[in-house]
């Protein structure tokens, strides 16, 4: 995410929670940073706080009035948010772990996130290919792979046990076990599963149905923000405007994090100097802008 995009997108999230606010109401704080990914995938996280407080009054507001109906609103908000940008959703069914990976012996830390890179091409298989035995042996295969056995679980689940090298050429052993019924669980607790269906899809009859439901949710919450703290019609219609020029958009392409990086500028860590300290004086940590017993900076760059 640009900071641009990131700032409307903060501005969206509170209009979603409080539709109708007025500019001014509460104070709001929104954070953007970049979270790593094993995957080498770049991924954009913005987290955000809402004042609790009534600018204009000193009242307590409270965005959620009554639960459930808040969390209808806010899931179908962001749900159209990530479908009208393209980006990916925690309920996508790629997202679902469907492959597990682990490696047993020293280090097995390490070594399970080295294994991990065995998992990443089942996301793309299908509930059928994830049950055959031929699919699982022959893509591992490719992926180096090497003394493969196959078996089942106690749950019927397809486990396969193999061995293969890792970074510095050393053998270490894997075993990787397929979950294809993990991707149904990602709706599991969800309170727009009935909009979506089983699986989320990325189609315009989907989109289109949680558009609609997002419009009517809107309109209840600003009937109670309102009432109980009175509202702004300018705010209201512009949520609106901005929910009804919502399109589907096509999934955008992750960005590596080596991409990232490439636009980012070596920083050289600040050096601290050494300097003499008598027995009886204790030893502190430097701190900046702070000066040593001959007068020189404690910290320099």
Same mark, same amino acid.
């Given at each position: 995410?640009?900071?641009?995009? *990131?700032?409307?997108?903060? /501005?969206? +999230?509170? &209009?979603?929670?409080?539709?109708? =606010?007025?500019?001014?109401?509460? *104070?709001?704080?929104?954070?953007?940073?970049?979270?790593?990914?094993?995957?080498?995938?770049?991924?954009?996280?913005?987290?955000? @706080?809402?004042?609790?407080?009534?600018? @204009?009054?000193?009242?307590?507001?409270?965005?959620? @009035?009554?639960?459930?109906?808040?969390?209808?609103?806010?899931? /179908?908000?962001?749900? =159209?948010?990530?479908?009208?940008?393209?980006?990916?959703?925690? !309920?996508?069914?790629? !997202?679902?772990?469907?492959?597990?990976?682990?490696?047993?012996?020293?280090?097995?830390? %390490?070594?399970?996130?080295?294994?991990?890179?065995?998992?990443?091409?089942?996301?793309?298989?299908? &509930?059928?290919?994830?049950?055959?035995?031929?699919?699982? $042996?022959?893509?591992?295969?490719?992926?180096?792979?090497?003394?493969?056995? +196959?078996?089942?679980?106690?749950?019927?689940?397809?486990?396969?046990?193999?061995?293969? $090298?890792?970074?510095?050429?050393?053998?270490?052993?894997?075993?990787?076990?397929?979950?294809?019924?993990?991707?149904?669980? +990602?709706?599991?607790?969800?309170?727009?599963?009935?909009?979506?269906?089983?699986? /989320?899809?990325?189609?315009?009859?989907? @989109?289109?149905?949680?558009?609609?439901?997002?419009?009517?949710?809107? %309109? +209840?919450?600003?009937?109670?923000?309102?009432?109980?703290?009175?509202?702004?019609?300018?705010?209201?219609?512009?949520?609106?405007?901005?929910?009804?020029?919502?399109? /589907?958009?096509?999934?955008?392409?992750?960005?590596?994090?080596?991409?990232?990086?490439?636009?980012?500028?070596?920083?050289?860590?600040?050096?601290?100097?050494?300097?003499?300290?008598?027995?009886?004086?204790?030893?502190?940590?430097?701190?900046?802008?702070?000066?040593?017993?001959?007068?020189?900076?404690?910290?320099?760059?």
């Amino acid at each position: 995410l640009t900071t641009a995009e *990131a700032h409307e997108l903060w /501005l969206n +999230l509170v &209009d979603i929670y409080l539709p109708g =606010l007025r500019p001014g109401q509460v *104070a709001t704080l929104g954070i953007l940073h970049r979270e790593p990914a094993l995957s080498a995938e770049a991924r954009s996280a913005v987290h955000g @706080f809402i004042g609790h407080t009534d600018l @204009f009054t000193g009242h307590r507001v409270q965005p959620y @009035f009554h639960g459930s109906r808040d969390a209808v609103r806010v899931e /179908l908000g962001q749900e =159209l948010i990530n479908l009208a940008h393209g980006w990916t959703s925690p !309920k996508d069914p790629a !997202k679902a772990r469907v492959a597990v990976a682990s490696s047993p012996g020293p280090g097995s830390t %390490a070594r399970r996130a080295w294994a991990n890179k065995f998992t990443s091409q089942f996301r793309l298989f299908s &509930d059928e290919d994830l049950r055959d035995p031929t699919a699982i $042996r022959v893509s591992l295969a490719h992926g180096g792979a090497e003394d493969i056995r +196959l078996s089942t679980t106690a749950r019927g689940h397809l486990r396969a046990s193999f061995r293969c $090298r890792d970074h510095d050429g050393l053998e270490m052993p894997v075993s990787v076990v397929m979950h294809p019924d993990r991707r149904e669980q +990602l709706l599991r607790g969800s309170s727009i599963g009935d909009l979506i269906g089983p699986r /989320l899809q990325r189609t315009p009859e989907i @989109f289109a149905r949680l558009k609609l439901a997002f419009l009517d949710e809107l %309109a +209840l919450g600003r009937q109670e923000l309102d009432r109980r703290h009175g509202s702004s019609d300018a705010a209201y219609d512009r949520v609106v405007a901005w929910a009804r020029g919502l399109e /589907l958009a096509q999934p955008r392409r992750p960005k590596l994090m080596s991409e990232v990086f490439a636009h980012i500028p070596t920083l050289n860590p600040p050096m601290v100097e050494e300097f003499a300290c008598s027995p009886d004086q204790p030893v502190l940590p430097p701190v900046l802008g702070a000066r040593g017993p001959n007068g020189a900076p404690a910290i320099s760059s």
